[in-house]
Each structure stands twice: as C-alpha cells, then as structure tokens.
C-alpha cells in the first residue's frame, strides 16, 4: 500500500516567486492536511481539506492557499515567497479527518534565496 | 501563543535506561493527544495516542501518561534502545476540529 506522497522532495526558488507543491494522500483516504516545519516552531497547521473543501485554516497570511481535486490529491500554493517561507511543508492524510493518528509525507523541503 | 508546549528541546538517555518525554498544554477543549517520531529527512510517524477519558495508554515499550488538571501528558520509552533517537512531537485535537497543534519537539538521544 503506497504511503503519502509529495512532490518535488526538493525545492529552491527566489524572493517574489510562487511555489506550488503536491500531495497524493493514501489511496482511499479523503483528507489532507498540510503543516509548515521550521526550527524552533516545530509543526504549524495550514489547512485541511476533505472532498475538495477546506474545513479548517491555520494562522498563515493569505499568500498561502491550498486545494484538492475530486481524486483526493491536492496542492499547496505560496505566493510572493520571501526568505521566511523556507521550511519543510508536510502533507498529512487519513481516511475522514477525524480519524486520529494521520499518515505523513516525508515532505517537500523549499528554501527561498 | 504556543498552545502545545515541549520545554526540553533535547534528551539524551543511556541505552537501557527509562526515556522520559514531557509535554504541556494550554487549551482544556483538547480531547484527543499523540505522539510522533520523526527522523531526519523523513515525515512524522505516529506512535500511541491517548484520549482525554484515560489517563494512561500503553504500547509495548511505550507508554503515554496524561494528567487532566496538570494539563500534561508524558512519554515513557522503557527501555530506551539506540533505534529511538528521533525527534519526539506531542500533538492535541480539539474536539469538532480537524487541526491537529503540535508541540516544538524534544530531540531524544539514547547513548549505546
């Protein structure tokens, strides 16, 4: 059974650039979730999405957004990045969102120059 | 304003021994709280979970205490082997919620 999976592994891009990454969760499983990684913050929610809705939203500026498609994969978007956006973005999935104990991706590490 | 905190940013335990890992929480709507491993360069993977209604939830060598009044709940590795040397996250659900909030992690090393 394939695990969650997020693309790119890797990311560098420039100030003022956007980004979007990708995340196909586990087969069968409905919701996403995506946590931004930094040193010192540990993980900090962004969003989850379940059958194409977001149902809940961290305390992130609106440069980041997210989505999901009808297959249940969905994609993160930052927009206008600057040097602060650098960090590991994790992308969690479970079958209905309140199912505890979520799967994560082994993430998409961006740095921004 | 940190809701989940983890005030040891570092452990290290002898092979062998008891690894204690602590975490603290703010928020009394949390219902449901868990533990993660993560190693370098991988995802968070989960580990043992407990609910508000229990005070204890074992696993093997793992073991989750949770203290409603104190607001804290503790990881208890016994015994500790150099395969556990990871980063340790709690993280807390608030009932009605999908948002998980995590702790800032302890970085456990058990010393062979």
């Known amino acids: 059974k394939a695990g969650v999976t997020q693309t790119p592994r890797y990311l560098i891009k420039t100030r003022g650039q956007q980004v979007t990454l990708s995340c196909s969760p586990i087969?069968?499983?409905?919701?996403v979730s995506w946590y931004q990684q930094t040193p010192g913050q540990g993980l900090q929610f962004l969003f989850e999405?379940?059958?194409?809705?977001?149902?809940n939203k961290g305390n992130f500026p609106g440069r980041f957004s997210g989505r999901q498609f009808s297959n249940s994969r969905s994609e993160m978007n930052v927009s206008t990045l600057e040097l602060g956006d650098s960090a590991l973005y994790l992308c969690?999935?479970?079958?209905?969102?309140?199912?505890?104990?979520?799967?994560f991706g082994s993430g998409t590490r961006l740095t921004v120059v | 304003d940190q809701q989940v905190k983890q005030n040891s940013p570092s452990l290290s335990v002898q092979e062998g021994r008891i690894s204690i890992l602590n975490c603290d929480y703010t928020?009394?709507?949390?219902?449901?709280f868990l533990w993660y491993k993560k190693y370098p360069a991988e995802g968070p993977t989960f580990l043992i979970s407990?609910?508000?209604?229990?005070d204890k939830n074992e696993d093997g060598r793992f073991t989750v205490f949770l203290n409603k009044s104190a607001k804290h709940l503790s990881l208890h590795i016994v015994p500790s082997q150099p395969g556990d040397s990871a980063v340790y996250f709690c993280?807390?659900?608030?009932?009605?919620?999908?948002?998980?909030?995590f702790g800032t992690g302890t970085r456990l090393k058990v010393l062979a």
């Open positions: 969690a999935s479970s079958p209905t969102g309140t199912d505890y104990g979520y799967t």
């Open positions: 087969s069968g499983h409905r919701s």
């Open positions: 999405y379940f059958s194409e809705t977001q149902r």
């Open positions: 928020n009394s709507m949390f219902d449901y």
């Open positions: 407990i609910s508000s209604i229990k």
């Open positions: 993280a807390a659900l608030e009932g009605g919620t999908y948002k998980y909030i």
